[in-house]
């Protein structure tokens, strides 16, 4: 008896729910992705294999890094209220008069290296001319100028004066290649004002076996 030979056809699979899908999915992770705000002043921090999570709230960050071949320290703070009632005390410190405008700015601005002095120049520009390499000189803390004592001194007076139930945690982000005695310069800074808990920001790290 003959084989009857079954004629064969290519099986095929209807990709277009599949289509609708992954472009659904790539519009959700465009929408709601945030860009990274460029820093001005970049660091690559220290490996570790420890994680801790740094508070959200009630957190200052000095960074500590090099940039043009000069040392520079940036200060930068989580709470806009904190930014704006630290930005008021320091003016009046150093007899800088800020604008209510300017004020609110300001309090949008998270981290800045500029002496106070400065300061106006640098709320006046946009935040991707603000954030150019080497425009801001880092924040004085020489003997004659220190004026990143009178910072972290004035953020907490700020953080009293609004009533915060927490004291201010601080974090120092320094560069892996930035030589000790210049975080040692910061960590100097905030024992003399008796802040002896602080926090070392690190990268992370595979750990190994």
Same mark, same amino acid.
């Given at each position: 008896?003959?084989?009857?030979?079954?004629?064969?056809?290519?099986?095929?699979?209807?990709?277009?729910?599949?289509?609708?899908?992954?472009?659904?999915?790539?519009?959700?992770?465009?929408?709601?992705?945030?860009?990274?705000?460029?820093?001005?002043?970049?660091?690559?921090?220290?490996?570790?294999?420890?994680?801790?999570?740094?508070?959200?709230?009630?957190?200052?960050?000095?960074?500590?890094?090099?940039?043009?071949?000069?040392?520079?320290?940036?200060?930068?703070?989580?709470?806009?209220?904190?930014?704006?009632?630290?930005?008021?005390?320091?003016?009046?410190?150093?007899?800088?008069?800020?604008? %209510?405008?300017? #004020?609110?700015?300001?309090? !949008?601005? &998270?981290?800045?290296?500029?002496?106070? /002095? *400065?300061?106006?120049?640098?709320?006046?520009?946009?935040?991707?001319?603000?954030?150019?390499?080497?425009?801001?000189?880092?924040? %004085?803390?020489? #003997?004659?100028?220190?004026? !990143?004592? &009178?910072?972290?001194?004035?953020?907490? /007076? *700020?953080?009293?004066?609004?009533?915060?139930?927490?004291?201010?945690?601080?974090?120092?982000?320094?560069?892996?290649?930035?030589?000790?005695?210049?975080?040692?310069?910061?960590?100097?800074?905030?024992?003399?004002?008796?802040?002896?808990?602080?926090?070392?920001?690190?990268?992370?790290?595979?750990?190994?076996?």
């Amino acid at each position: 008896m003959a084989k009857i030979k079954m004629s064969k056809k290519a099986a095929s699979i209807d990709m277009t729910a599949m289509c609708d899908v992954a472009f659904l999915l790539l519009t959700f992770f465009i929408l709601t992705a945030t860009a990274k705000t460029p820093e001005p002043l970049p660091v690559e921090t220290p490996a570790s294999t420890v994680e801790v999570k740094l508070p959200e709230t009630g957190l200052v960050t000095l960074t500590v890094g090099k940039s043009e071949g000069k040392d520079k320290v940036f200060f930068g703070m989580k709470d806009r209220d904190v930014r704006e009632k630290t930005l008021e005390l320091m003016g009046n410190k150093y007899g800088v008069k800020f604008t %209510p405008e300017e #004020s609110a700015q300001f309090a !949008l601005i &998270d981290e800045f290296g500029v002496p106070i /002095q *400065a300061l106006k120049q640098i709320i006046a520009m946009k935040g991707a001319e603000r954030n150019k390499a080497g425009l801001q000189p880092g924040i %004085p803390m020489d #003997s004659l100028d220190n004026q !990143l004592k &009178d910072w972290i001194y004035t953020a907490r /007076q *700020a953080n009293i004066e609004l009533g915060k139930e927490k004291d201010l945690d601080f974090a120092i982000r320094g560069d892996a290649k930035q030589e000790y005695p210049n975080i040692k310069k910061i960590m100097d800074i905030l024992q003399d004002q008796k802040i002896n808990s602080f926090n070392l920001v690190t990268g992370t790290r595979g750990k190994n076996y």
